[in-house]
């Protein structure tokens, strides 16, 4: 069974300071995404990368695809309140048939 | 532009009665469509997926069913709700060319006393 781990799990943080977001595998994947999940909303698609050492910024958001394919990192810069939710990251494996395996979310929470 | 709908939003239901929630999507055709449930806002499990009408696969054995009838609609199912159905159940789509990019609906929370 191909999982994905995510560390921290729980993250708790102050309105400007930096963190990191780390998404682990024992297995390739061919893309990995990440995904921001609002309470009581579906998870929105932040970006995908496919390439291994792709490293791609979406505004203060930094993601990075690991050289080997197997782990992936968001970091972001001088957080916000605004970056409060649930950090879901997904990747598609070679073998599974299009089928997503999702790690089990890191759950952050930006203090004013 | 591309949308989906997932309704209703919030469901009671005691043990033992049937489920329907349904799910379409506008803007595209022949979409993969899926079905998860995410327990206590965490990972998601993928619980059914489909890649054409009347196309189900099923990747967790359980009492619930789904079914595609027309081409951006899909049905998740149950004749007999058990407590550990509660939970939030997201409806997404994706395309044939991208596989790993899926969209989601807004989801429904159930709750099964």
């Known amino acids: 069974t191909q999982l994905l781990e995510q560390s921290p799990q729980f993250l708790s943080i102050q309105e400007g300071e930096n963190l990191t977001v780390y998404c682990n595998s024992s297995?390739?994947?061919?893309?990995l995404q990440w995904y921001r999940q609002e309470p009581g909303e579906g998870p929105v698609l932040l970006v995908t990368?496919?390439?291994?050492?792709e490293v791609k910024k979406l505004k203060r958001l930094t993601f990075q695809f690991g050289d080997a394919r197997k782990d992936s990192s968001l970091h972001i810069t001088a957080a916000q309140p605004g970056d409060t939710g649930l950090y879901l990251c997904?990747?598609?494996?070679?073998?599974?048939?299009?089928?997503?395996?999702f790690g089990q979310g890191t759950e952050l929470s930006v203090k004013p | 532009s591309q949308t989906i709908h997932q309704w209703p939003a919030t469901l009671v239901q005691p043990v033992g009665s049937p489920l329907s929630l349904e799910c379409t999507v506008e803007?595209?055709?022949?979409?993969?469509l899926y079905w998860y449930r995410q327990a206590a806002g965490r990972g998601l499990q993928l619980l059914f997926y489909s890649v054409g009408i009347g196309q189900i696969s099923s990747e967790v054995p359980q009492n619930l069913s789904a079914s595609r009838p027309q081409d951006r609609q899909f049905i998740l199912s149950s004749k007999k709700l058990l407590l550990s159905d509660s939970g939030f159940y997201l409806c997404a789509w994706s395309v044939a060319e991208r596989l790993y990019e899926q969209y989601f609906g807004p989801g429904t929370r159930l709750t099964v006393t």
């Open positions: 990368v496919v390439t291994g050492g």
């Open positions: 297995s390739v994947f061919s893309s």
């Open positions: 803007g595209t055709s022949n979409p993969n």
């Open positions: 997904a990747g598609l494996s070679y073998n599974q048939g299009g089928k997503l395996i």
